[in-house]
T-cell receptor, first 114, second 111 residues
Framework: DTGVSQNPRHKITKRGQNVTFRCDPI?????LYWYRQTLGQGPEFLTY????????KSRLLSDRFSAERPKGSFSTLEIQRTEQGDSAMYLC????????????FGEGSWLTVV | QKEVEQNSGPLSVPEGAIASLNCTYS??????FFWYRQYSGKSPELIMF????GDKEDGRFTAQLNKASQYVSLLIRDSQPSDSATYLC???????????FGTGTSLTVIP
């Protein structure tokens, strides 16, 4: 499977705990995006990387959220001190300079904060 | 504030009919327009994109763009029960790396 890969697919955590999601983009895609989607809503942009540089961050990305892409390949999204409002599907997407106008999503990571 | 508006539906059509999904956007500078399909519990998958005014056809799907009216639509011909899903409209602005999504329109194709 050469698509965008996300792990874990499902995570249940207690409020206040930290969680980390990993995203492996399509091979050779230099652009990587994180989105969040809650029930009945469209995906909301969180952050964007071009290679290892984090070029854009949404106001939605509070200081409890941090994303990295250290070597310009895989990326991690960490949520510290989780709150019930963080429960959502976290989507990773990637694109290349050639397909820059088209992003391809992974299967998503479901987070439930109890 | 960039906004993408869609009628949330639900939209129901009989099998074999044409389903028409609509989307409006607020940013006149938007350059690229996308339609994604999302099955319940799954992630969005790209159906098609359009950049220029007019129609773009791909199989049973036709995207229509009218930049003057800031309006994008998706027509699904010969609708099948497997087309039942939520359809998301997405817009990318000029020089922007952000894709803005609508809330989606739920489509049900009745056998």
């Amino acid at each position: 499977d050469t698509g965008v890969s996300q792990n874990p697919r499902h995570k249940i955590t207690k409020r206040g705990q930290n969680v980390t999601f990993r995203c492996d983009p399509i091979s050779e895609h230099n652009r990587l995006y994180w989105y969040r989607q809650t029930l009945g809503q469209g995906p909301e942009f969180l952050t964007y990387f071009q290679n290892e540089a984090q070029l854009e961050k949404s106001r939605l990305l509070s200081d409890r959220f941090s994303a990295e892409r250290p070597k310009g390949s895989f990326s991690t999204l960490e949520i510290q001190r989780t709150e019930q409002g963080d429960s959502a599907m976290y989507l990773c997407a990637s694109s290349s300079d050639l397909s820059g106008n088209t992003i391809y999503f992974g299967e998503g990571s479901w987070l439930t904060v109890v | 504030q960039k906004e993408v508006e869609q009628n949330s539906g639900p939209l129901s059509v009989p099998e074999g009919a044409i389903a028409s999904l609509n989307c409006t956007y607020s940013d006149r500078g938007s350059q690229s327009f996308f339609w994604y399909r999302q099955y319940s519990g799954k992630s969005p998958e790209l159906i098609m994109f359009i950049y220029s005014n007019g129609d773009k056809e791909d199989g049973r799907f036709t995207a229509q763009l009218n930049k003057a009216s800031q309006y994008v639509s998706l027509l699904i011909r010969d609708s099948q029960p497997s087309d039942s899903a939520t359809y998301l409209c997405a817009v990318r602005g000029l020089g922007s790396n952000q894709f803005y999504f609508g809330t989606g329109t739920s489509l049900t194709v009745i056998p």
